[in-house]
């Protein structure tokens, strides 16, 4: 009985679905805007104002309008939409949608949190309903996305919007433990949302894996999809895609480059762009500040940003996953009284999914790297993006500041730069950011690496991360392609690694090489930044901004952070002279400060010089200078050393000759004495022991380190222990002579 009535139903369901799509495709057809026009040039209609046919026959124009129900779009995604709580468009949105609707690519540029997502998860089920797609079409759309969080965001918004359509979606993300379930159900699917590398993995693993349908892709965050990081996986993509498609690229920071495109084979694309003609490319409601600091205390200022504002949700960016790695683990150690978390690639991806849902819930303090710069919208605002480290362009500081104020909330930045990236401001204002310089309000600054080098002597793993934090640190700043903005060289090192909390400053060895190897002159090689310490000319020089003295920190509305009254964008003032820096006399106190919590009780090496070294220095050294060594002096030491060595050998004849008299005689004494053999025993084994505290004993200790040391290392250090010489100037026979001599004055 029902079975009928569900046929009748269905059949009924399908002749409607039939009729909206015709509906659709004359609507779009026929009011389609002009390739190239702009939509947001138009009036918006008014919201009563007909839709859809008009009564002479003709349709409403639907470029221009302003609300979701005025486009041309199937009753399933106008519910979705309306489930959603989506009424009204974002300028993106109303730009972008009557050209994508109608089959045109877009390369649509907005702001961040302007609404990009829908502007092109939209035109995607449009399309796909309007083809009338089913699952045994496969794969109808293809979306990307840089990273695994912003994916899985997507499917969110699409599972969301989308909620009335029949299609199948899947999220193909790395780090999924099910890529077997995810290979049979794969070939399923009409829309994938997905990182390059895993649909790459189902392009090359997946039984008859395709996607010669494929309608619409779509590229999100495009400039960082395009970027050489995805480059292969990218181009390994397109290749098994066909090319005719509609495709979609949408960021807040396009590209412009024509290669780009050609790869994407993008056909007449409609450039979209709203934001070109305001006067900032973030969005308004941010506030955006920057501090000059030294590098040596960016974390007293981040720790006591974060004690001052312990009820806000912080995002705060690190350059590398150690950096992020490190300064979680200390700061938790430290217990700042939020609830801190940490976010990075190298992390398990449910742990990272798991952060990632738990920063949207609760007030808390992120730690991340890049990986969330792009594209999440977190449900809750953000309160404070704080970077710690300069970002590497004017692209990645929008992303990363872009997690705040989001579609119409408001938001607070922070940029941390060292006094050699003040370069960084100009960049920022050149491309319409609105950024002020302010400065720490140093009473209310909390030092932390006192805590902190406490927490490494109690903590060894903690050391650990410090000197692999400072390392990548160090080498992150090496390899930035902006050499304007970033110079190693300028960093004052040791007081950096004081500030991590490190006893002693780690080798940066690979610096050196590549410098080397660059063949650059030897002043760039890394050393402490003495003109700190030794020129105090310098100093005034360093605090001094337009031509007056940095004004001492006074109570402000914001206890951490004080204006400065260096002006916006757009006044002249603020670019012509450069900025005013929290004073090399702070350094200076601070230093003093870092020295005195340095841990006590540190075992401190001295070279030859009298130079401090670092724990296992003189071993390191040796391997890195052996290389400088003399050769003909090597073997003139090594000479020298084989003579020394026979008269010791000699020595050492006369007194064996001597013991084993000695010894005889004692045997003979005890078996006169008709001692039992457990004794006579026990007399020969105090022997040994007794030898090996002497001569014999000392060369069957030398003999195991040349042995375990393996010769040239050691070599070049020749000089300053005995053991040392010794050990490397014994030949092969030598050795095995000696080794023969201490077995057979055992035996005896
Ligand atoms: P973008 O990709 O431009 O950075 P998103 O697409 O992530 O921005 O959108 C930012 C926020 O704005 C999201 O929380 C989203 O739900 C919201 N949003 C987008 N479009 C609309 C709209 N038309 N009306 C209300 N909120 C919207
Ligand atoms: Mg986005």
Same mark, same amino acid.
Do not use: C, F, M
């Given at each position: 009985m029902t079975r009928p009535k569900t046929k009748k139903f269905k059949l009924q369901n399908r002749l409607s679905e039939v009729q909206e799509i015709e509906h659709l495709e004359s609507w779009i057809a026929s009011a389609k805007p002009d390739s190239g026009s702009n939509p947001l040039a138009l009036t918006p209609l008014p919201e009563k104002s007909p839709i859809g046919k008009l009564p002479d026959g003709s349709f409403s124009r639907y470029a221009g309008v302003d609300r979701f129900r005025q486009l041309p779009l199937s009753k399933k995604t106008k519910d979705g939409l309306s489930a959603a709580g989506f009424l009204k468009m974002t300028d993106i949105q109303r730009a972008s949608l009557p050209h994508s609707l109608c089959g045109r690519d877009i390369l649509g540029a907005a702001k961040t949190g302007s609404g990009k997502t829908l502007a092109f998860i939209i035109p995607v089920l449009e399309k796909l309903y309007r083809a009338r797609?089913?699952?045994?079409?496969?794969?109808g759309c293809i979306i990307m996305s840089p990273t695994r969080e912003l994916a899985s965001q997507l499917f969110e918004v699409l599972q969301s919007v989308g909620k009335y359509h029949g299609f199948s979606a899947g999220l193909l993300i790395g780090g999924r433990k099910d890529v077997d379930t995810e290979k049979e159900r794969v070939n399923e699917l009409n829309i994938l949302v997905c990182t390059p590398g895993r649909l790459l993995q189902h392009m090359d693993e997946t039984p008859n894996f395709e996607c010669s349908e494929l309608q619409v892709l779509v590229l999100d965050e495009a400039d960082r999809i395009l970027d050489v990081g995805f480059k292969k996986a990218l181009n390994a993509i397109i290749s098994q895609l066909p090319k005719y498609r509609q495709t979609f690229l949408f960021s807040a920071t396009q590209t412009k480059s024509v290669k780009d495109l050609a790869r994407l084979s993008l056909k007449d694309p409609e450039y979209i762009s709203v934001h070109a003609e305001s006067t900032t490319a973030t969005p308004s409601l941010l506030e955006q500040t920057a501090m000059v600091i030294p590098l040596d205390q960016k974390l007293d200022i981040l720790w006591s940003f974060i004690r001052a504002h312990l009820n806000s949700r912080i995002l705060v960016f690190l350059s590398s996953c150690k950096q992020v790695k490190f300064v979680y683990e200390a700061f938790r150690k430290l217990r700042p009284g939020i609830s801190l978390k940490c976010l990075h690639g190298r992390m398990k991806q449910d742990r990272r999914m798991g952060i990632y849902a738990q920063f949207c819930e609760e007030e808390s303090v992120l730690f991340s790297t890049d990986v969330a710069s792009r594209g999440l919208d977190f449900n809750k605002n953000v309160d404070w993006v704080v970077q710690v480290d300069c970002p590497e362009d004017v692209a990645s500081y929008i992303h990363r500041v872009g997690r *705040?104020?989001?579609?119409?909330s408001g938001g607070k930045s922070i940029l941390l730069l060292t006094p050699s990236e003040t370069k960084m401001i100009d960049k920022l204002q050149e491309k319409k950011i609105p950024i002020r310089y302010i400065k720490a309000n140093m009473k209310k600054v909390l030092p932390v690496s006192g805590l902190l080098a406490a927490l490494l002597v109690k903590y060894p793993n903690l050391q650990q991360l410090a000197q692999r934090a400072f390392i990548t640190y160090m080498r992150s700043i090496y390899k930035q392609r902006d050499k304007e903005v970033f110079d190693? *060289?300028?960093?004052?090192i040791d007081e950096y690694s004081a500030s991590l909390g490190l006893p002693m400053t780690p080798k940066v060895r690979f610096l050196k090489s590549k410098i080397k190897g660059q063949k650059m002159s030897k002043e760039l090689v890394i050393v402490p930044d003495s003109t700190i310490d030794?020129?105090?000319?310098?100093i005034p020089q360093q605090s001094l901004s337009n031509g007056r003295r940095v004004e001492e920190e006074s109570e402000s509305e914001d206890d951490l952070l004080k204006e400065n009254d260096t002006p916006r964008v757009g006044d002249d003032n603020a670019t012509d002279t450069g900025y005013a820096m929290t004073g090399t006399r702070v350094l200076k106190k601070k230093k003093l400060k870092i020295n005195m919590h340095r841990p006590v009780g540190t075992r401190v090496v001295f070279d030859d010089e009298g130079n401090t070294l670092p724990p296992l220095a003189r071993l390191a050294d040796t391997i890195s200078d052996?290389?400088?060594?003399d050769k003909s002096k090597v073997n003139q030491r090594y000479a020298q050393l084989r003579e020394e060595m026979k008269v010791v050998d000699k020595d050492d004849k006369v007194l064996d000759q001597k013991r084993r008299k000695e010894k005889r005689i004692k045997q003979k004494m005890k078996l006169k004495r008709g001692r039992d053999s457990e004794d006579d025993d026990r007399d020969s084994e105090d022997d040994i022991s007794e030898s090996e505290n002497g001569r014999v004993g000392k060369k069957s200790k030398l003999y195991f380190d040349s042995d375990s040391d393996g010769g040239e290392g050691r070599k070049g250090k020749g000089s300053s222990s005995r053991i040392g010489n010794v050990t490397d100037s014994v030949t092969l026979a030598e050795q095995e002579e000696l080794a023969l001599k201490i077995l057979s004055s055992m035996n005896s």
């Open positions: 797609w089913g699952p045994e079409d496969g794969v *705040t104020a989001r579609y119409l190693v *060289t300028q960093l004052p030794d020129n105090p000319i310098e052996s290389s400088k060594l």
